[in-house]
């Protein structure tokens, strides 16, 4: 069994645990996030240093920065079937944009399954990463985030250019 570890990093959206699974991410969660596992869940704690959180730490800081807009790291990402088409799919949505969860539905062939990909999307580990808060209600209202709706706001405005100083805000 590949081993577990974790490490904390600071950021614009306050605290970030960051999961490896060996060299690979496999969780990124928020304070206070939805569906964040227990900790005892996160492994023992790791060198920051280390393989992936130094480069997921430095691809942070540049996409805060407004210099990053895809994501390049290794992804360990454990769930069904359906939960990784999703996931795959929302790496698919281009940076300041948004899908309604009917239309990433539509996009993975199964377009009356916008409640189960709302789930999915809800279930996904690496917030951010994986970005999850591209995705909107049908009127293009915000609905369910697992890091809240307040962070999603702001995600999408600092990806729109419309709140770049906002999403500094939400530190601590």
Not at 134 to 156: A, N
Request: proline residues 8%; contains cysteine.
């Amino acid at each position: 069994m590949t081993t577990r570890t974790h490490t904390v990093i600071d950021s614009p959206v306050g605290p970030l645990t960051l999961v490896a699974t060996g060299a690979a991410l496999s969780g990124l969660y928020m304070t206070e996030q939805r569906h964040r596992p227990p900790e005892e869940n996160f492994g023992a704690p790791g060198d920051p240093d280390d393989a992936p959180f130094a480069e997921t730490a430095r691809q942070l800081a540049s996409y805060f920065a407004g210099d990053l807009t895809d994501f390049d790291l290794p992804l360990k990402l454990t769930g069904t079937p359906f939960q990784r088409r999703v996931w795959e799919e929302l790496c698919r949505i281009p940076y300041g944009e948004t899908l309604s969860y009917g239309q990433l539905a539509d996009r993975i062939g199964q377009p009356t399954a916008s409640r189960a990909v709302g789930l999915a999307n809800g279930k996904n580990p690496v917030g951010i990463v994986v970005p999850c808060h591209r995705v909107v209600g049908s009127t293009g209202s915000l609905t369910g985030y697992g890091g809240g709706l307040d962070r999603k706001r702001r995600l999408l405005d600092f990806e729109s250019g419309s709140g770049l100083v906002g999403v500094w805000d939400l530190v601590g």
